[in-house]
């Protein structure tokens, strides 16, 4: 199938506040699709619609269909546990686990994900998704560092391995790079681009640049409503709408 | 809680044992320990737990293997202060466990602790026994010192 998500109709509340208004996409498989909107319109609470992350959310409801390998993850069937190791995500503050060394935190998901692996099975696949991340070659000789002793950049990426040795199918991003500095947050751009030949990945961003130069598709929301989504060239140079027109010439947002 | 630890157990059993004193203790030791866990838990980043969810992880491994980790070096800690704290306790074992001087038959006879025999000493007349007493109190300081030693060894971050 051409498409790893399809969004229906998903409305969204927390409580009585609607956050996502009727918002229906696909979203390309192995491309990056960029979630771009002002700051409060929904994009973060969009993408964790996609992964189920608001299930422990008090008062959060949704309504609509997300569709992931054509099986709606909202109904009663999927276990929301296996579908997000399926659909795995990266957040804006790097979060590696504390009192964990950089090995653990990318052996973590592994770990506790019911299969019995051998300790250089184990190895291997934090290898490998360690080179995945852009971070082998510098942290091969300090595997046993605490993973929060890192920098920022670096423990981007070790989240970014840590997500990718559960061997996701999409990975989420919410605004990955806004915590870094520009040399880290360009390392997690590249990486960015590498990983989207075997990935479908959704990254939420408020870089019109950084969107420019990483994305096959964007999607432009405003105020819950997504007004257009379309190839990156056609947003930056011929948007439909006129509001997006305005976002991206920077007169709001 | 020494007079409770009496009433709950010395009086029913019939006898002053090292059981009634354990139990005294175990009543001030527990609940400071489940409460200082509790807000050691509580202080767990949300991002902690957002990250092991993200993961794939089921909550109840989450919270057991991943939010407990998190927060070891707090439980710990609180567990060696509930250590350290009744480990000094006199007035609970004076009604529970009473002391004794003599050769131990049993737990569920009236046994020696520290606290006890330093209290028994230091109220006698005797200069050489005020002494004795001193020496218990180092005794005391000597385990409250490898108490916590022990702790910073565990908690330490694994290299
Ligand atoms: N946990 C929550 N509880 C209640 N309201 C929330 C919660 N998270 C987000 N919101 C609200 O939802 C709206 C969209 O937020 P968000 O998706 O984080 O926006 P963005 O990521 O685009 O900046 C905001 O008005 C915010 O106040
Ligand atoms: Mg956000």
């Known amino acids: ?253 | 809680m020494g007079i409770f630890g009496y009433l709950l157990w010395v009086l029913p059993m019939k006898r002053f044992s090292a059981w009634a004193g354990a139990a005294a203790l175990a009543m001030i030791f527990i609940p400071v320990v489940v409460r200082t866990t509790e807000e050691m838990l509580r202080m767990v980043p949300q991002s902690v737990r957002e990250a092991a969810l993200a993961l794939g992880i089921e909550r109840w491994k989450t919270t057991l293997f991943i939010t407990v980790r998190t927060a070891t070096a707090g439980i710990v800690t609180g567990i060696l202060l509930a250590m350290a704290r009744i480990v000094g306790e006199t007035a609970p074992l004076l009604f529970t466990a009473l002391g004794n001087q003599f050769w131990q038959e049993g737990l569920d006879q009236p046994i020696a602790a520290v606290p006890l025999q330093i209290f028994s000493y230091a109220i006698s007349p005797y200069e050489d026994w005020h002494d004795k007493a001193w020496a218990g109190a180092v005794v005391l300081i000597g385990m409250v010192f490898l108490i916590s030693a022990c702790a910073r060894y565990f908690t330490r971050v694994k290299k």
């Not at chain 1, 999927?78 to 659909?87: A, F, N, Q, Y």
Request: hydrophobic share 40%.
């Open chain 1, 1 to 253: 199938m051409e498409n790893a998500l399809q969004v229906k109709d998903l409305c969204a509340w927390f409580g009585e506040h609607q956050v996502l208004k009727n918002i229906t996409m696909d979203i390309r498989r192995n491309s990056v699709t960029s979630v771009m909107g002002p700051s409060g319109c929904g994009k973060s609470t969009f993408i964790r619609c996609l992964n189920r992350m608001h299930d422990l959310t008090p008062g959060f409801r949704v309504a609509g269909d997300v569709l992931f390998d054509g099986r709606n993850i909202y109904s009663e069937k999927i276990d929301p546990v296996l579908l997000r190791r399926k659909v795995g995500m990266v957040f804006q503050q790097p979060n590696p686990f504390p009192r964990m060394s950089a090995f653990e935190n990318v052996a973590v998901g592994l770990k506790f994900n019911g299969k019995k692996r051998t300790r250089s099975e184990m190895a291997e696949v934090v290898e490998k998704s360690l080179r995945m991340a852009a971070l082998w070659d510098e942290l091969k000789d300090h595997l046993d560092r605490p993973g929060t002793s890192l920098s920022g950049g670096q423990q981007q990426r070790l989240c970014i391995a840590r997500a990718l040795a559960v061997e996701p199918e999409v990975l989420l991003m919410d605004e990955p790079c806004s915590a870094l500095d520009p040399v880290s947050a360009a390392k997690i751009e590249e990486l960015i681009e590498d990983l989207s030949d075997k990935y479908t990945i959704v990254v939420v961003t408020h870089n019109m640049q950084q969107a420019g130069r990483i994305s096959d598709f964007v999607a432009f929301f405003l105020l819950g409503d997504l007004i257009e989504m379309d190839k990156a060239a056609k947003i930056f140079t011929n948007p439909a709408d006129r509001r997006t027109e305005e976002y991206i010439t920077g007169r709001f947002g």
